[in-house]
Nanobody, 117 residues
Framework: QVQLVESGGGLVQAGGSLRLSCTAS????????VAWFRQAPGKERDFVAG????????YYADPVKGRFTISRDNAKNSVYLEMNSLQSEDTAVYYC??????????WGQGTQVTVSS
């Protein structure tokens, strides 16, 4: 059974930092593209950051460029999202997802990030 488990969310003041983790079981994350999405209350789920599995490269949504960093630790079968200079607009539930060919087939349950101003 495939599971993606996010952790590291919480309450942080504006300007602060958090590091989210996504750890997989039942699949090898290094064989998949992995991304982070987020969903704020009353809004659609939006792409935040992604990392490819071939020639690992990263890409980001414009609102988080320069503030967020996605990375892998294949030995731990995990992907991370380092979030700096957090703003109230970053408040959302953050989801980890993995897939191939532009499709994300596996999703975690999400972790809440709340930024207080």
């Amino acid at each position: 059974q495939v599971q993606l488990v996010e952790s590291g969310g919480g309450l942080v003041q504006a300007g602060g930092s958090l590091r989210l983790s996504c750890t997989a079981s039942g699949l090898t994350l290094s064989n998949y593209a992995v991304a982070w999405f987020r969903q704020a209350p009353g809004k659609e789920r939006d792409f935040v950051a992604g990392i490819r599995y071939i020639l690992p490269s990263t890409y980001y949504a414009d609102p988080v460029k320069g503030r967020f960093t996605i990375s892998r630790d294949n030995a731990k079968n995990s992907v991370y999202l380092e979030m700096n200079s957090l703003q109230s607009e970053d408040t959302a539930v953050y989801y980890c997802t993995a897939g191939l060919g532009g499709r994300y087939d596996f999703w975690g349950q999400g972790t809440q990030v709340t930024v207080s101003s």
